[in-house]
């Protein structure tokens, strides 16, 4: 089946209706040797979404990215990690990407950080954050929706906010993440093509195989029906011709059929220098992320943005 057909049924069963219109609130800001830091709130019709935003030095217009933070049970971080804030120094995106010129926006994810109820900052109340996460699943399905619906209209918010920046390319916007935030990254660059560039880390693993593997699932991936139809490489399919970088580990659950899944969908994407390309690293090792694939995994998007602009 084409994959244009695909990402229209994959868009109607997750009711992925964006809105075009987002703009950024101004907080707070911070400066840093090549770059500022500014908290801000993400507003569209619907959402009211906390976030950190990084500008470079200089007048641009510069190329952008969203990242989306990773999960690992720690829902009182969200933002402050990819930030380099708080948590795992190595999912420090935002500063890094910063440096090199990309404007970069990070959000809390719902029920992560400052969007949990009644909680804000970093404090933990694991019981409490636990549960509160559960339901924003299990609320929606019983009301016959679904938390990834959200998700990623939410994320597809963050990519029109960054779109009514003057200073950012909107030609050249991409999406990472690793783990959850790999998750959503692969989802949201599937439906909305305005997305030029995808990373995902220790996220591509097909449903059949973590259900063979009985590998839990995350919330947002509690779709009830589609893996009667679709599985994660037809969501993979959907991203070509865009480029795609794929990080997976021989000993990560996560992305244990990344190599089958890419071998799968290879065919979609064309070859040659300075065109839009698929690429698989992978290394040895667990799920968490490592200096060595931090920076291959910047290297890559360097070198796609630097592909873009000639």
Same mark, same amino acid.
């Given at each position: 089946?084409?994959s244009?057909?695909? *990402?229209?049924? !994959?868009?109607?069963f997750l009711?992925?209706r964006?809105s075009a219109d987002?703009? =950024?609130?101004?907080?707070?800001?911070?400066?840093?040797?090549s770059?500022e830091r500014?908290?801000?709130?993400v507003?569209?019709?619907? %959402?009211d !979404?906390?976030?950190?935003?990084f500008?470079?030095d200089?007048d641009?217009p510069?190329?952008?990215a969203?990242?989306f933070?990773?999960h690992?049970?720690?829902r009182? !971080?969200?933002?402050?990690?990819?930030?380099?804030?708080?948590g795992d120094?190595?999912?420090?995106f $935002?500063?890094?990407?910063?440096?090199l010129g990309f *404007?970069?926006?990070?959000p809390?994810? =719902?029920?992560?950080?400052?969007?949990?109820l009644g909680?804000?900052g970093?404090?933990?109340?694991? /019981?409490?954050?636990?549960l509160?996460?559960f339901?924003?699943?299990t609320?929606?399905?019983?009301?016959?929706?679904?938390?990834?619906?959200?998700v990623?209209n939410e994320a597809? =918010?963050? #990519?029109s906010?960054? %779109?009514?920046?003057?200073?950012?390319?909107p030609?050249r !916007?991409?999406?990472?993440?690793?783990?959850y935030g $790999?998750?959503t990254?692969?989802?949201h660059?599937a439906l909305d093509?305005?997305v030029?560039w995808?990373?995902?880390s220790?996220?591509?693993?097909?449903f059949?195989?973590?259900?063979?593997?009985g590998?839990g699932? /995350?919330?947002?991936?509690v779709?009830?029906?589609f *893996?009667?139809?679709w599985?994660i490489d037809?969501?993979?399919r959907?991203i070509?011709?865009?480029?795609l970088?794929i990080v997976s580990a021989?000993g990560d659950?996560y992305?244990a059929d990344?190599r089958?899944?890419?071998?799968s #969908?290879?065919?979609?994407?064309?070859n040659?220098?300075?065109?839009?390309?698929?690429e698989?690293?992978?290394? /040895?090792?667990?799920?968490?992320?490592?200096?060595e694939?931090?920076?291959r995994i910047?290297?890559?998007?360097?070198?796609v943005?630097e592909?873009a602009?000639?």
């Open positions: 089946m084409p244009d057909h695909i *990402v229209e049924q !994959i868009a109607d009711s992925f964006p987002a703009r =950024i609130r101004e907080a707070d800001a911070r400066r840093d040797s770059h500014r908290l801000v709130r507003v569209s019709d619907e %959402t !979404i906390p976030a950190y935003l500008v470079p200089g641009g510069f190329p952008a969203v990242v933070h990773q690992a049970g720690e009182h !971080i969200g933002k402050s990690e990819v930030t380099g804030l708080a120094p190595l999912q420090a $935002g500063p890094r990407l910063a440096a *404007v970069v926006l990070a809390d994810s =719902i029920a992560f950080e400052d969007r949990r909680r804000s970093l404090e933990a109340d694991e /019981e409490a954050d636990w509160e996460h339901n924003e699943m609320y929606r399905i019983v009301q016959g929706r679904m938390l990834m619906t959200d990623l597809a =918010i963050m #990519v906010a960054l %779109t009514s920046l003057p200073n950012v390319l030609d !916007i991409g999406v990472l993440g690793h783990s $790999g998750n990254a692969l989802f660059a093509r305005r030029r995808t990373v995902a220790g996220a591509a693993c097909t059949r195989r973590k259900m063979d593997n590998t699932l /995350e919330f947002a991936l779709m009830p029906g *893996v009667e139809r599985d037809d969501v993979v959907c070509a011709p865009r480029s970088l021989d659950k992305s990344a089958e899944i890419l071998d #969908v290879q065919d979609r994407w064309p040659g220098d300075g065109r839009p390309r698929i698989h690293l992978r290394f /040895e090792g667990g799920h968490a992320l490592t200096q694939r931090v920076d910047t290297d890559w998007i360097v070198s943005s592909a602009s000639g």
